[in-house]
């Protein structure tokens, strides 16, 4: 019974291995179309199953912003975590789309008016990888997270990847 047991750990263990194609630890810069003087910045996490499929986990930190509602004027900041799924299509051997889904969880906020802490919402990204060097790739995207509160929050992202 034990050697069978260490037999299936072994499969499982050995196929993952084969089925993970690749991790990614990577660093972001965000800037948000309500940006008021510091820019945002993120890690994220990316695990690719095969060449046309990863899942992402991100940790956000928007910088501040300064959103003009009702006219009246509304500061604040918050951080958020995110989970999800993207899809790449591969256009040439340094170039790939993505388009990506998931959900948004904002861990905290500076102002509950422009965005609620605890507030769960689902996000949509699309973004471009180009492939500098065998270690480095650069991602330009944008990500739109789909929370009611004041703020439209849609930013722009810079990654590098290592």
């Known amino acids: 019974m034990r050697t069978l047991f260490i037999l299936l750990i072994y499969a499982l263990f050995n196929s993952i291995q084969t089925f993970a194609a690749e991790h990614t630890v990577a660093s972001q810069i965000n800037f948000n179309s309500e940006q008021d003087a510091n820019v945002g910045y993120g890690i994220l996490y ?63 906020s500076s102002n509950n008016y422009l965005i609620e802490q605890n507030s769960i919402a689902p996000y949509f990204q699309i973004s471009a990888n180009y492939k500098v060097t065998e270690r480095l790739s650069l991602t330009l995207g944008q990500t739109t997270l789909f929370h009611n509160d004041v703020i439209a929050v849609s930013y722009t992202h810079l990654r590098a990847h290592e």
């Open 46 to 108: 990316q695990y690719t199953f095969s060449e046309n499929i990863e899942f992402e986990a991100k940790y956000t930190q928007s910088g501040d912003l300064k959103v003009i509602s009702d006219e009246k004027i509304i500061f604040g900041e918050y951080s958020s975590f995110s989970s999800g799924i993207n899809f790449i299509k591969q256009r040439s051997p340094k170039l790939s789309l993505k388009v990506g889904l998931g959900l948004n969880t904002v861990t905290s």
